[in-house]
Nanobody
Framework: QVQLVESGGGLVQPGGSLRLSCTAS????????MGWYRQAPGKERELVAT???????SYADSVKGRFTISRDNAKNTVYLQMNSLKPEDTAVYYC???????????????WGQGTQVTVSS
């Protein structure tokens, strides 16, 4: 069984910063790509940032220059540093990982339960 658990969400003022963490646990053999997605009420879930096993990164245009994704392979953890937060960043943020579970023969995607980020005065 694999679990992805996010933490670090909360309420912040516009212009503030927040750091999200996501740790994968369970019988994991290997993790390929990891990423962060977000979903606001009434909107589709959108990709925020991804980081590959070789540490290459990509970002949605809306967060470029403000957010930074990183990972610690020894801890099976991915981070999202969010700076200069805007009200439009308000959403539930979900962690995603493409990994190989002990009972599987191929990589598949797993999701965390989500953590709420609210940017408001």
């Amino acid at each position: 069984q694999v679990q992805l658990v996010e933490s670090g969400g909360g309420l912040v003022q516009p212009g503030g910063s927040l750091r999200l963490s996501c740790t994968a646990s369970g019988s994991i053999f290997s993790i390929n790509a990891m990423g962060w997605y977000r979903q606001a009420p009434g909107k589709e879930r959108e990709l925020v940032a991804t980081i590959q096993s070789g540490d290459s990164t990509s970002y949605a245009d809306s967060v470029k220059g403000r957010f930074t994704i990183s990972r610690d392979n020894a801890k099976n953890t991915v981070y999202l540093q969010m700076n200069s937060l805007k009200p439009e960043d308000t959403a539930v943020y979900y962690c995603n990982a493409n990994l190989l579970y002990s009972g599987s023969l191929y990589y598949r995607y797993y999701w965390g339960q989500g953590t709420q980020v609210t940017v408001s005065s």
